[in-house]
DNA sequence: GTCTATAAACCGATAGAC
DNA sequence: GTCTATCGGTTTATAGAC
């Protein structure tokens, strides 16, 4: 078995940065969770900003090949999400700090926006299409309900630590979700998220 | 005219804080923008901490003595809030990133949702007994679509830059949120909008 | 590839003269 | 109140031996 250092560096610094934020890191902080000097660290990437940059080069955007269009496919979409969000929240609870690291970064951030936008929009439109949700009551409501999701989805966990601070209880993002799209469902939308889910 | 140097730090912090975010920003970088030593600075702010806590202490928080119980009112409270959003983005670009600087900073951040949240119940409340909200499609939809409405606020700011960035154009905060609360108005409400915003 | 050593700069915070 | 000077620590980044 090959040792793969560069490998281990990235990990190391994913772990990190989840925690602490990227201005929260320091580079002997994480030679020093690798278990390498930080004249090493600095082999293998020069500069601290080539960390995040092969951290988020090394991540692949998983996407369902077709846009979701049933609700349970939706709702897996949802669960998947989820998972990203955490396993990767130095990307998302540290969104605007990261932004300002360097416009390469910036640049990637909105083009994960422009792709998994649609992506939504087509879920939405596929979802109506098949009688799960309702047509648009203006031109332009799934524009907003998928930007209100989107948002959602990034700063599910700085929000959710806002809540459960105050109110003394988490709120499950899927269940949140869910319950700020209610409204959109028909009524063989609502039956088949009763199968999956009670509000 | 008396120079009050702590008043003056107060407002180049802010606009500081602002632009970069606590972390990007210096002792000395506010020293200079004021025009006085680092010293002096530490005079009156004997730790960096203090600063941001000054700043948060000498915000108001302008709330209507009453909750909103008509279109034009819940509408103004948008307004304000907007506003309050961009001559206060250091705390709402950098929100998360605020949260970790102490467990004051947190505190106050989870107060101010404890404080605002009834206020936008009470609101809906308000309206759906006026006739201008309808009623509530399941127990809790309430509770949900409060809580869309305050993380829009809170997370607008860092959303609209993405957003800009990658749609070329950046949507209107008052616009956006009366799109995504749509659903919620009878006709009553919906000709009561039509009044003071097309969507 | 990995290490030690260190440069060069910056950080927050303090001491003390005026 | 405001300043200069500086401490002690940390940062990123580089140089060079092995």
């Known amino acids: 078995m090959k ?3 560069r490998q281990e560096i990235l990990e190391a610094a994913r772990t990190l ?3 602490y934020g990227y201005n929260g890191v320091s580079l002997r902080d994480i030679a020093d969770a690798v278990g390498i000097s930080k004249g090493n660290l600095t082999y293998h990437f020069s500069k601290k900003e080539d960390i995040i940059e092969g951290l988020l080069n090394a991540e692949k955007m998983t996407l369902p090949p077709a846009a979701p269009g049933t609700i349970a ?3 897996a979409m949802f669960i998947d999400m989820q998972k990203a969000v955490e396993s990767h929240s130095y990307f998302f609870l540290h969104h605007a700090q990261l932004a300002q690291v360097s ?3 910036r640049q990637k951030q909105s083009r994960r926006y422009k792709i998994i936008w649609p992506h939504f929009y087509k879920s939405f439109a596929s979802l109506r299409d098949n009688g799960f949700f309702r ?3 203006f031109p332009g409501e799934y524009d907003r309900l998928v930007d209100m999701l989107y948002m959602t989805m990034i700063y599910w966990a700085p929000f959710s630590r806002l809540q459960q601070s105050a109110a003394g209880r988490g709120m499950d993002f899927r269940r949140h979700i869910w319950g700020a799209l209610y409204h959109l469902l ?3 939308g ?3 998220l009763a199968k999956i889910l009670t509000l």
């Open 3 to 5: 040792k793969d250092t």
């Open 17 to 19: 940065f989840n925690q």
């Open 73 to 75: 496919e939706l709702d």
């Open 103 to 105: 416009e390469s970064i």
């Open 135 to 137: 047509p648009e009551l």
């Open 186 to 188: 028909t009524e063989q």
């Open 190 to 192: 609502r039956a088949e």
